[in-house]
């Protein structure tokens, strides 16, 4: 089995929506994603990340920052951030100034990840952008802006993110398709490919992102799902809950 020693060297990480069960509550969601977590890092998992979405039944996800605080607090050294923050949401000021305070509170454990998507339905994105023109056109802009809020203060800025500013957040871009591949190699940053919204062929965003490593050095991660039902039931099992993470190589 030539492939067994490179899987078991393989960093794996999950990616969790925290799922509520058929008339479950929010509460027994959190502390399921909670004792997730805390076996993830027990098992040596590299990443806890969790997804932003809204107005979708069953999930509870959708104060991601917060969520993120309250995993990164239960454990100790497993990396905990979101995949991803739907920046079009948000202002990057208010982004830079809650992941600037995860990252003073849990140093060196927090993962920034952006979408451009708005993470739920039409309803939903009218409520979050107040506008049905809104189409994420302008998410280059606003990781650039994100960018500048984390990075070192600049003699002309007159806006700064406190806590933020100078703790250089690690931000991945996260996307479906070769747009924000081809941001992130522009960029120089890490992108994760999501092929559960994209399930045919994933060789373009790679191409994209390839076609820039000549200017910089990107890193590629891809999300194939590398467990059977069954082998999550049984790690799952004693904690009887069945929380249904996608797991991530990267």
């Known amino acids: 089995m030539p492939d067994r020693p490179r899987l078991a060297s393989t960093p794996l990480s999950i990616l969790d929506l ?3 069960r058929q008339g479950g509550t929010a509460e027994e969601a959190f502390h399921n994603s909670r004792v997730l977590a805390q076996h993830a890092e027990s098992l040596g998992y590299k990443r806890f990340w969790l997804a932003e979405h809204h ?10 920052s917060v969520l993120i605080g309250y995993i990164a607090n239960a454990t100790s050294k497993i990396r905990v951030g979101s995949g991803g923050i739907m920046l079009p949401n948000h202002a990057p000021l208010v982004i830079a100034e809650q992941f600037g ?7 060196g454990r927090i993962d920034l990840g ?4 708005p993470g739920g339905d039409s309803a ?15 998410f280059p802009e606003l ?6 809020y984390l990075g070192k203060p600049q003699p002309s800025q007159r806006v700064h993110a406190y806590p ?31 092929p559960i919204f994209s399930p045919g062929p994933c060789c373009q965003p790679f191409r994209s992102i390839a076609r820039c490593f000549g200017l910089h050095r990107s890193w590629i991660a ?28 990267f």
């Open 143 to 148: 990781v650039d802006e994100l960018r500048r």
């Open 124 to 138: 939903a994105a009218r409520a979050l952008r107040r506008s049905l023109h809104a189409t994420g056109d302008d």
């Open 114 to 117: 952006l979408g451009r998507a």
């Open 101 to 107: 305070t995860l990252e003073s509170l849990f140093p």
């Open 55 to 64: 107005n979708i039944h069953g999930v509870a996800c959708s104060a991601t």
């Open 18 to 20: 925290a799922h509520l």
């Open 164 to 194: 933020g500013e100078g703790t250089n957040v690690p931000i991945w871009l996260l996307g479906s398709s070769d747009f924000s591949a081809r941001l992130a190699g522009k960029l120089g940053l890490p992108f994760a490919f999501a």
């Open 222 to 249: 891809h999300t194939p799902w590398l467990a059977s039902r069954s082998w999550l039931r049984i790690l799952t099992s004693r904690h009887n809950f069945w929380p249904q993470p996608r797991f991530k190589c």
